[in-house]
């Protein structure tokens, strides 16, 4: 089964930065693409940032410059120069075949 932990959110003031971390369990890690998706109140989920198991990235035109992507043991995705708009609920997500998984989520708030 595969199991995504997401770690690192929280409340941060506009312009600061946040780390979130995601551990996937077994294989899939290694073998799978890595996403980080964001749902805001009253919003479709949208996606921020991929990455690729060779490491090719994409993000989302509202986070590009700001969020960096990236992946070791672990996907990160660090965000820099938040903003207000950025407060969602950050969920990790990978795709194995025809199959989606998610993580719980971590809540990002940032105040203006």
């Known amino acids: 089964q595969v199991q995504l932990v997401e770690s690192g959110g929280g409340l941060v003031q506009a312009g600061g930065s946040l780390r979130l971390s995601c551990v996937a369990s077994g294989k899939i890690f290694r073998r799978s693409a890595m996403g980080w998706y964001r749902q805001a109140p009253g919003k479709q989920r949208e996606l921020v940032a991929r990455i690729t198991k060779d490491g090719t990235t994409y993000y989302a035109e509202s986070v590009q410059g700001r969020f960096t992507i990236s992946r070791e043991n672990a996907v990160y995705l660090q965000m820099n120069n938040l903003k207000p708009e950025d407060t969602a609920v950050y969920y990790c997500?990978?795709?194995?075949?025809?199959?989606?998984?998610w993580g719980q989520g971590t809540q990002v708030t940032v105040s203006s």
């Open positions: 997500n990978t795709e194995v075949g025809t199959l989606t998984y």
